[in-house]
């Protein structure tokens, strides 16, 4: 009888020779394998404690609160296998079922919510959370995992963050996952919570570390797929096929498929990639250009907490469409009620400006790509963000291009001051991005008093609230611009502008306040003299 090694040497020898040229032809287009976070994982599982078949998995799973499920993302098959675990344990029924995915950013939620109340298709959830553009692997088993966490559980969250590219940032993502799945299992507390992720963030160390000190009770159980070293140590097994293997109490590993598959699945992909030639992706400049102004600002993107800093605000990144999407644009502001002239108005300030931030709906549509234009919307997003996007949540009117449709005059004085403040802040935001935008030319140049900005706001209440706009840009810019020069001259911290990006103001007269002392810290600026 041939001994264990000449039993793994056999099954081995011809795989290994077809795989040696795959890994060769990846290592040359893909360097991250060498980067350490994906050696902790490649190194962290070497061996296993015994075989286990389909019904022993079944009987470990069936106490977790939740399963890690690794997911080789370029591989079908496993993809399909945690939609197969969704459903088999749904079928016993004494608990609800929840899916969380990294593929979904979760701050595409509202998107993923949507499409599970089929209020859109199938289609315009790929389109919109940037399937093909940000994922880029197959549609249709993912598409099938869904479908089946729908029709067999509770709920289906997104759980991952950007940036995805930048494997020094990979750590933040993992705790970002763990703080929402801390959440999910607050909002879900009765149910398994099944949890499919890139495999490399499983290592002991990684995601599983991190969520045990979020949910100390919690009995969390990893399923591995396919892990090269346990695949090939399985091999010298006397068993024909070994459908899987417990590493530890905690982590068990099953097989279904074989490295070469893995590996020349992945190769495809990146042969696929590199032939790729579409149009112009706007998302990743904008992205960049709200996380520089971010930084500027000193706003932690991942800060779990309200206060001085927006809480996730990776999570509230808007929406961006291009001009092939104009459809798209006119269903998303449709379904919040905005139709007919406000919608065209909406529209046709894309048209004269290339691009503009729509904040109730947290999206950001661009036509053409121009600089000082995203800049500022870029800004405008920003400021909302920070404020906790209340249109969106609230159900206001206003945007960027607009003005809400009511005529009490207080709110109206209000709504004027509010824009001042919204415009003040674009303006500003976009000149810390691109410094050789023009200064603002203001009608008749008035000089930026309180006095002088209620005179105005007395004119614009008296021309009728429609009118509001013009004057509340020229004051924004203005203000804009000084705050700007007051930078520029070490008399203005980021950090206290960071303090203006975060002032609420929703509440009536706030924003007034705001204003006025934003004018007093312009004017003792002026003042002072530099140091």
């Not at 995992?145 to 997104?158: F, M, N, P, S």
């Not at 950001?364 to 909302?384: G, P, S």
């Not at 203006?500 to 924003?511: I, K, R, V, W, Y």
């Amino acid at each position: 009888m041939a001994s264990t090694v000449n039993l793994r040497s056999r099954r081995s020898a011809g795989q290994l020779h077809a795989l040696a040229e795959v890994e060769r032809e990846i290592r040359a287009q893909d360097s991250h394998s060498r980067r350490k976070y994906l050696r902790e994982f490649s190194q962290a599982f070497r061996s296993y404690d015994s075989l286990l078949d389909c019904q022993q998995v079944q009987n470990v799973l069936h106490p977790a609160d939740v399963v890690l499920i690794g997911d080789y993302h370029a591989l079908p098959a496993t993809q399909r296998y945690a939609a197969w675990l969704i459903e088999q344990r749904a079928l016993i029924g004494d608990r609800r079922v929840v899916l969380g995915v990294e593929t979904i950013f979760a701050r595409d939620q509202h998107i993923l919510e949507e499409w599970w109340r089929r209020e859109i298709d199938e289609s315009e959830l790929r389109q919109r959370i940037r399937f093909d553009l940000d994922w880029g692997y197959d549609w249709a088993p993912f598409h099938e995992l869904l479908v089946t966490a729908r029709d067999h559980g509770e709920a289906i969250y997104g759980l991952d963050c950007m940036p995805r590219e930048n494997l020094r940032k990979i750590g933040a993502r993992d705790r970002h996952a763990a703080a929402k799945l801390a959440e999910i299992h607050e909002q879900h507390p009765h149910a398994v919570i099944f949890v499919l992720f890139g495999e490399s963030h499983l290592a002991p160390g990684h995601l599983p570390r991190l969520l045990r000190k979020e949910m100390r009770s919690a009995r969390i159980v990893t399923v591995l797929q396919n892990v090269d070293a346990l695949y090939w140590r399985a091999a010298g097994e006397r068993a024909d096929k070994v459908d899987a293997v417990r590493v530890n109490d905690d982590v068990l590993c099953v097989f279904n498929a074989t490295p070469l598959e893995k590996y020349e699945s992945y190769r495809q992909f990146l042969d696929q990639w590199s032939r790729c030639d579409g149009g112009p992706d706007f998302a990743p400049t904008l992205y960049n250009l709200i996380d520089s102004l971010a930084s500027f600002l000193e706003i932690n993107r991942y800060s779990p907490r309200n206060g001085t800093q927006p809480r996730f605000l990776v999570d509230m990144l808007p929406e961006v469409h291009g001009n092939s999407s104009e459809a798209m644009l006119r269903r998303l502001l449709s379904r919040k009620g905005i139709r007919g002239p406000q919608l065209e108005t909406m529209l046709t300030s894309v048209e004269e400006r290339s691009s503009a931030y729509f904040p109730e709906v947290n999206t950001l549509y661009i036509r053409e790509f121009q600089m000082m234009h995203a800049a500022e919307d870029a800004a405008r997003f920003l400021h909302h963000a920070c404020r906790g996007l209340p249109q969106r949540l609230n159900g206001h009117s206003a945007n960027g291009n607009g003005i809400p449709g009511n005529t009490n005059p207080a709110s109206a004085t209000d709504t004027f001051y509010t824009r001042v403040i919204e415009h003040a802040v674009a303006y500003f935001g976009s000149r810390v991005l691109h410094p050789s935008r023009p200064n603002p030319q203001m009608e008749d140049s008035p000089a930026l008093t309180r006095a002088a900005i209620e005179k105005a706001a007395q004119a614009a209440m008296r021309s009728g609230v429609e009118k509001l706009e013009s004057p509340a840009q020229d004051w924004g810019y203005g203000i804009g611009s000084q705050l700007y020069a007051a930078y520029l001259a070490g008399k203005v911290k980021p950090s206290g502008l960071r303090r203006l990006f975060l002032a609420h103001l929703d509440q009536p007269g706030s924003a007034r306040k705001v204003c006025t002392a934003v004018l007093a810290r312009i004017r003792s600026a002026s003042r002072r003299p530099r140091a």
